[in-house]
Nanobody, 117 residues
Framework: QPLLVESGGGLVQAGESLNISCVVS????????MAWYRQAPGTQRELAAQ???????NYADSVKGRFTISRDNAKNTVFLQMNDLKPEDTAVYYC???????????WGQGTQVTVSS
């Protein structure tokens, strides 16, 4: 049974940094594309950053230059380093594992990130 567990969220002030992580079990992690999505109250869930199984990264325009996604296949973990945080980054951040060809798509429970102004 796939399990994705996020951690590292919290309350920070604008301009500060935060590193959130997601430990994955129950799947062959290195074969999955991994991503961080986020959802603010009253909005739809949106892609923040993605890293494919071969290490290619993709970012939402709103986080480009401030966020960095990375993965450690030996530890089945994906990270999101968030720098220069803004109040509009406040959201629940969800870890996602996707294997498109097999129609596999798994989600974590989310971690809250709150940025005060």
């Amino acid at each position: 049974q796939p399990l994705l567990v996020e951690s590292g969220g919290g309350l920070v002030q604008a301009g500060e940094s935060l590193n959130i992580s997601c430990v994955v079990s129950g799947i062959t992690f290195r074969t999955y594309d991994m991503a961080w999505y986020r959802q603010a109250p009253g909005t739809q869930r949106e892609l923040a950053a993605q890293i494919t199984r071969d290490g290619t990264t993709n970012y939402a325009d709103s986080v480009k230059g401030r966020f960095t996604i990375s993965r450690d296949n030996a530890k089945n973990t994906v990270f999101l380093q968030m720098n220069d945080l803004k109040p509009e980054d406040t959201a629940v951040y969800y870890c996602n594992a996707k294997y498109t060809i097999l129609a596999k798509n798994h989600w974590g429970q989310g971690t809250q990130v709150t940025v005060s102004s």
